[in-house]
């Protein structure tokens, strides 16, 4: 025979260099297995084979002692020149023939080089074997590198079904059916996968802490770290002689550290600790289960209450201390996520909660959970973050549970059990489902404030799956599932295309039909429980779809314009989309009520009725969404006015997250009329009061940027019907620091220097359109308000209490007619005539006078006592006018007034009055432009005591009658040639602010008014 016929035929025969083989095949020789530890190998001594073995034990050295980790047979000795390279391709080719389909065979490496670590992992002799002299790949290994790679994915596939049966769950499923295949994958997308073995815990020799090590990190003997034994006894000895004292970074170096049984003493009463438990099972857990541990917790936490009730009876709360504060702490997260959830009276609601958080993080400082971290300690962490977000601290959430996710990371939870743990198959669920509750709530944050997730890959842990469940994914595996979609979304590049986007809009949608039947569909709704959930579910895909689309609609690319996109049906999917998410948190607030205080739901339909209102166009689109956005409005409306408080202070606080919704849409409300109408930003001022709902109200409207029309302003001004409006102007005056205009609701302006003029200088200084004026307002700045054709000056200072104080100083008073039928003014005020005038410091006046200090022109009439003040009525406006006009001096309205006791300081004469003006609808609360001229005309008549030295001061209260009281103060300061300077003061609170659209300007005050 032809032996070189022969080998040319076999040549043909198979796809490789048959001479090539037969040289590697030469080389081979028989191997025997590795029996023993490294440590008894090099020092030639017997190893008994246990881990570790009674040898490494007695040395002091069990970290050491170890096998092989995925190899049972000796490595061959080398015998020339390529030799390592051509046992390791020995090896695996080996491998694939007698152990194809054998997991841990290929669980710590690569089973072939890739392209970005061929040439560190090749050596330049070793190179020979895969290459020819002519450089060039010998014939056939094309065909090889397809059958590892194809071997490669059966072998992943097959371990992840072997390890779903060791879990019986179907975890596997859940991750296949929501994870994109390689070919499914856009070209962008598509990578090589390594299959890495799973990690282990150690212990860390300096704290004593068990930690998780990933297999591809360093050394362990490197990072101090030892492979804890299954003797805890023995982990303790080992510990003994290596643990040094250290400080805990958190210690209070300044007082005693609180013990268990001190911090308990800020739980509820056990009917309490019962109800919020109950809250909590019923309207926070279905939602977000992160208390992975529940039956263990529901039976711990009666144990706990049976020994608190013992030792309250005993009076030794101490004994307390004993209690484990790291469950402390998960039971103080889980009361603060259920008081946030009942009926209790808002402020306590919110007290509540802050406390019982607080005391969590007492004991996680206590359980030092930085070095011992565990379960229950990230099972807190959770729930206040949850907490801290349905409280509208959003941005704190966020940021806690990075620091959160790094804790859950140091002992594991990221990756799937190790299939040698000891763990039960309960508590790898439990592991592996509370690492799902940490991305479940970090995913919606950063989706929420588009930042980068707290991690940047998906872990091998795949979604935990329920084994008691019936068919189809349940509510929480469907958001799980949600999450995973965004976290593959935020693995992609800055430059995400809008092919990517519909990708994984296409996957959100698929979520649905993986779903529980009772999740898709409500006619196979069971329970209230089930509808709850279903319209859950609807809102977090819906809104997830919502934004999807949005960023298409919104994105500057060619691609979203080319034919290949359809935006129309893509616009028309979003709006389909966040009118369902809308009406699904309808539906869901009709049915609980208390489950709609959690931010995400509230949050996610807000967000998809803003873009209801952005993106409507037609007609019966704007009909349907301004229908859904008014609904929406009147049910957080509601819900504001449950969750709104006052506090010791007198501000107002709002609990839970109405209060940032309902805002949102109201400056965003009746769609695209208000957001193409131009707008002006107007404020509410309760002038002279710093007590919301008392004081004068005041319209103060912001012009700084904008010029508007006398006809205008008077169109605005009625709209807001309140005694006056000032409008902020630039000054036309170069003395002067802004301009006010001021108009009562008939049209007319006033030029006064009263509360119209106070008020608003009250907001320009709180605005900050004067700087920082902090550093001076002890001893107060001057600035200059032109009224008119005068320019007055204002100082803005400071009291002791911290409130902004406003003081103007008014012009000289002039003394003008006097108003000498007595009678008929009594008639036209429904008094007494005998009621007119008063006597103070043994002088009796009785002279109703018009006096001005500012364009404004009023008449002062005095009476008698209070009494007689409070039987003044203004009932008979026509009357009123014609006394007004009677004095020839073009008065504005009439201030009547009368001595008053001054209890909180005896020394300053207190007067109180009443204002009334027939252009007002209503009684005034303050005059401030009457209170200037009753200063003068109480000096005048020689009424007043000095308080210093050639200083005269009065207080002045108005507004009693119509529930609005005011104080005025007022100093009165003689100058030379009898002139005076009369200065008023006061403060002001702001009540309420948003956009009023700017009338038009071609209508006129009359056509506005028909």
């Given amino acids: 025979m032809d032996t070189s016929k022969s080998q040319g035929s076999e040549q043909t025969i198979y796809p490789y260099d048959t ?194 090590l990933g297999s591809h990190s360093d050394p362990p003997v490197a990072l101090g770290c030892r492979q804890a034994g299954s003797d805890p006894m023995f982990n303790d000895a080992m510990l003994s002689d290596q643990l040094v004292p250290r400080t805990y970074p958190f210690t209070n170096l300044w007082k005693q550290e609180p013990g268990a049984g001190e911090i308990c003493e800020t739980l509820p009463d056990e009917s309490d600790i019962i109800r919020y438990w109950q809250v909590y099972q019923t309207n926070v857990h279905p939602f977000y289960p992160a208390l992975v541990t529940y039956e263990k917790f529901n039976i711990s936490l009666f144990e706990f209450m049976n020994k ?59 359980s030092n959970f930085f070095n011992n971290t565990n379960m229950n300690q990230i099972q807190a962490k959770a729930l206040i973050g949850n907490c801290l977000r349905n409280n509208l601290d959003t ?8 620091s959160t996710i790094r804790l859950a990371q140091s002992i594991g939870l990221h990756e799937e059990a190790a299939s040698d743990a000891q763990s039960s198959t309960l508590e790898q669920f439990q592991r592996k489902r509370l690492w799902w509750m940490l991305l479940w709530q970090d995913t919606f944050l950063s989706f929420t404030y588009d930042r980068p997730p707290n991690i940047n890959k998906l872990s091998s842990s795949s979604i935990p799956h329920d084994p008691d469940t019936g068919p189809g994914f349940s509510f929480a595996e469907c958001v799980c599932a949600i999450c995973q979609v965004l976290l593959e979304r935020a693995r992609q590049d800055n430059t995400e295309t809008v ?35 279903r319209l859950a579910l609807n809102i977090h895909i ?70 209801l209102q952005s993106l409507v166009t037609s007609s019966p689109q704007r009909s349907r969404a301004g229908v859904l956005v008014k609904r929406l409005i009147v049910v957080l409306e509601r819900e504001e006015q449950q969750s709104v408080w006052e506090d010791t202070d007198t501000n107002v606080r709002y609990f839970g997250p109405y209060s940032r919704a309902l805002k949102a849409l109201r400056e965003t409300s009746d769609g695209h009329i208000t957001s193409t109408m131009p707008q002006l930003r107007y404020y509410i001022i309760d002038v002279f009061s710093s007590i919301a709902y008392q004081g004068n109200p005041l319209a103060v409207v912001d012009t700084t940027s904008t010029t508007l029309t006398s006809t205008q302003m008077k169109i605005l001004a009625r709209q807001f019907n309140l005694s006056e409006t000032t409008f902020i102007c630039p000054p036309t005056n170069p003395k002067a620091t802004w301009r006010l205009r001021s108009f009562l609701p008939n049209g007319v302006e006033v030029f006064g220097a009263g509360h119209n003029s106070l008020g608003a200088w ?212 003689p100058n030379k040639e009898d002139s005076v300077t009369i200065t008023i003061s006061g403060t002001g609170v702001l009540v309420a602010n948003g956009h009023i659209m700017i009338p038009d300007s071609e209508v006129s005050f009359s056509e506005a008014l028909c």
């Fill in 19 to 212: 001479n090539h083989i037969s040289e590697l095949l030469k080389r081979k020789r028989r191997t025997r297995g590795i029996k023993s530890c490294f440590p008894c190998r090099h020092r030639k001594v017997r190893c008994d084979g246990n881990m570790p073995c009674s040898s490494c034990l007695q040395r002091n050295h069990p970290e050491l002692c170890c096998l092989p980790p995925n190899s049972g047979h000796e490595p061959p000795a080398s015998d020339g020149k390529g030799s390592s390279m051509n046992r390791h391709r020995d090896d695996e080719m080996q491998g694939t023939s007698t152990h194809r389909y054998d997991p841990a065979l290929f669980s710590s490496r690569p089973l072939f080089p890739t392209s970005d670590n061929v040439h560190n992992s090749i050596s330049s002799e070793d190179q020979t074997v895969y290459l020819n002299e002519n450089n060039k790949y010998p014939p056939g290994i094309d065909l090889i590198l397809s059958r590892l790679d194809k071997m490669e994915k059966q072998i992943s596939s097959l371990k992840a079904e072997l390890r779903q049966t060791r879990s019986n769950d179907r975890s596997g499923t859940i991750a296949q059916s929501h994870s994109a295949s390689p070919t499914e994958l856009p070209s962008t997308m598509k990578g090589s996968t390594l299959v890495k073995s799973p990690g282990k815990h150690f212990v860390e020799d300096a704290t004593g802490a068990t930690i998780f």
């Fill in 308 to 366: 608190r009730t013992g030792m309250l009876l005993e009076n030794d709360t101490m004994r307390l201390d004993d209690v484990d504060s790291s469950w402390l702490a998960l039971l103080f997260a889980v009361l603060a996520c259920g008081v946030q959830f009942s009926n209790d009276p808002i402020k306590e609601r919110d007290l509540r909660c802050k406390v019982f958080i607080c005391s969590s993080f007492q004991c996680l400082r206590a």
């Fill in 395 to 402: 941005n704190s959430a966020w940021i806690l549970m990075g």
């Fill in 499 to 533: 092919t990517e986007i519909l990708f994984f809009k296409r996957r959100m949608a698929a979520i649905f039909e993986d779903a529980a039947p009772f999740l898709r569909d409500k006619s196979h709704c069971r329970s209230l429980q089930d509808h709850l959930e």
């Fill in 542 to 611: 819906c809104y997830t779809i919502c934004r999807l689309c949005r960023l298409i609609l919104e994105s500057p690319s060619n691609e979203a314009h080319s034919p290949a996109v359809d935006v129309d049906s893509i616009k028309i999917e979003c709006i389909d989309c966040a009118a369902q998410a809308v009406e699904s948190f309808l539906d869901m607030h009709r049915l609980a009520a208390t489950v709609c205080r959690s931010w995400a739901f509230v949050h996610n339909a807000v967000s998809c009725a803003l873009t």
């Fill in 762 to 973: 009250w907001w320009i200084a709180a605005s900050g359109l004067l700087g920082d004026i902090a550093q001076d307002t002890k001893v107060g700045r001057t600035y200059f308000q032109q009224l008119g054709n005068d320019v007055l000056p204002v100082d803005v200072s400071q009291s002791k209490l911290g409130d902004l104080v406003v003081s103007m100083r008014q012009g000289q008073p002039q003394f003008l007619n006097q108003h000498t039928n007595h009678d008929s003014l009594a008639t036209s005020l429904g008094i007494d005539v005998y009621d007119i005038g008063l006597r103070c410091l043994d002088i009796v006046v009785d002279r109703a006078m018009v006096v001005t200090t500012s364009p404004a022109r009023h008449l002062l009439v005095p009476v008698r006592s209070i009494n007689a003040l409070k039987s003044v009525s203004f009932a008979n406006k026509e009357g009123i006018s014609k006394e007004l006009a009677s004095t020839e001096s073009h008065n504005s309205g009439i201030y009547v007034f009368a001595p008053a006791e001054n209890e909180s300081e005896p020394k300053t004469p207190r007067f109180e009055a009443r204002f009334f003006s027939p252009g007002m609808s209503m009684e005034d609360p303050a005059t401030g432009s009457a209170a200037g001229p009753l200063a003068a005309y109480l000096w005048a008549n020689n009424l007043l005591a000095s308080m210093e030295i050639g200083v005269y001061g009065i207080e002045v209260v108005q507004g009693v009658q119509t529930g609005r009281k005011c104080v005025m103060h007022l100093s009165i300061e």
